[in-house]
């Protein structure tokens, strides 16, 4: 049988044409698109088709597009495009609760390779910073937002350390979308000196560039948080 074949719509030829630009160089990241009226010109057709493209590659995150200016390609970073992904990841979450196993599998997996990574390539500046860290998230402890806040910076620090950009992107990500379910573990007493006392541990272990130690350190840390989760949701 005969792959039948599908109708294009106007506005996915123009999406074609501009993304093929944008890829080549030829409008480069920071650089306006022509205006509506010039590429209406450029390509023979109208408004919608024109307007249409653009949403598409507004909703992709490749172009900006400001009240009263041009459409702007976005100059793209690992967290702009991460982010990108944000409203359909807390959709998928709410709507089936057994992902949410696979996301902290996924940020265990993550986040004990990165505090390997950190173990080994830690300078003194980083490992102050790792103290500071927990140091700014004691001050916090009567302050659950702020507390929580300083949770996120400890863990986006050690995957800072690694060198990688897209480390400290998707840890960050994965504590935001998954943030709703942390908050009752942040309340739960007794949460907030047991959170200290294991980042803590952390940063021992990378300050001693004992990679099997930092690894085993937060393995144990984000073991426990999944444990102290099962217990809150159940009681």
């Given at each position: 049988?005969?792959?039948?074949?599908?109708?294009?719509?106007?506005?996915?030829?123009?999406?074609?044409?501009?993304?093929?630009?944008?890829?080549?160089?030829?409008?480069?990241?920071?650089?306006?698109?022509?205006s509506e009226r010039e590429l209406m010109e450029a390509y023979?057709?109208?408004?919608?088709?024109?307007?249409?493209?653009?949403?598409?590659?507004?909703?992709?995150?490749?172009?900006?597009?400001?009240?009263?200016?041009?459409?702007?390609?976005?100059?793209?970073?690992?967290?702009?495009?991460?982010?990108?992904?944000?409203?359909?990841?807390?959709?998928?979450?709410?709507?089936?609760?057994?992902?949410?196993?696979?996301?902290?599998?996924?940020?265990?997996?993550?986040?004990?390779?990165?505090?390997?990574?950190?173990?080994?390539?830690?300078?003194?500046?980083?490992?102050?910073?790792?103290?500071?860290?927990?140091?700014?998230?004691?001050?916090?402890?009567?302050?659950?937002?702020?507390?929580?806040?300083?949770?996120?910076?400890?863990?986006?620090?050690?995957?800072?350390?690694?060198?990688?950009?897209?480390?400290?992107?998707?840890?960050?990500?994965?504590?935001?979308?998954?943030?709703?379910?942390?908050?009752?573990?942040?309340?739960?007493?007794?949460?907030?000196?047991?959170?200290?006392?294991?980042?803590?541990?952390?940063?021992?272990?990378?300050?001693?560039?004992?990679?099997?130690?930092?690894?085993?350190?937060?393995?144990?840390?984000?073991?426990?948080?999944?444990?102290?989760?099962?217990?809150?949701?159940?009681?």
């Amino acid at each position: 049988m005969a792959d039948i074949i599908q109708r294009r719509k106007l506005y996915q030829d123009v999406l074609d044409r501009l993304m093929a630009r944008i890829r080549s160089g030829e409008i480069a990241p920071g650089a306006q698109l022509p205006s509506e009226r010039e590429l209406m010109e450029a390509y023979g057709v109208g408004r919608p088709a024109i307007r249409e493209a653009l949403q598409t590659l507004e909703r992709s995150g490749i172009v900006e597009i400001a009240h009263g200016e041009r459409a702007r390609v976005v100059v793209p970073t690992a967290q702009s495009l991460i982010a990108q992904i944000a409203i359909g990841t807390m959709h998928l979450l709410r709507t089936q609760p057994d992902m949410l196993e696979h996301l902290k599998a996924a940020r265990l997996f993550l986040e004990t390779g990165t505090a390997r990574m950190a173990a080994g390539k830690a300078s003194e500046e980083d490992i102050a910073r790792l103290v500071e860290c927990v140091e700014a998230q004691r001050a916090a402890v009567d302050d659950r937002d702020a507390f929580l806040a300083c949770d996120m910076a400890f863990h986006r620090e050690i995957a800072r350390i690694t060198g990688n950009p897209i480390y400290p992107s998707i840890v960050e990500s994965i504590f935001n979308w998954a943030a709703e379910y942390y908050r009752p573990m942040v309340r739960a007493p007794g949460a907030e000196s047991l959170t200290l006392a294991e980042h803590e541990r952390i940063v021992e272990a990378i300050a001693a560039h004992d990679g099997d130690a930092a690894d085993d350190a937060m393995h144990a840390h984000l073991s426990r948080a999944s444990a102290l989760y099962g217990t809150l949701i159940k009681s």
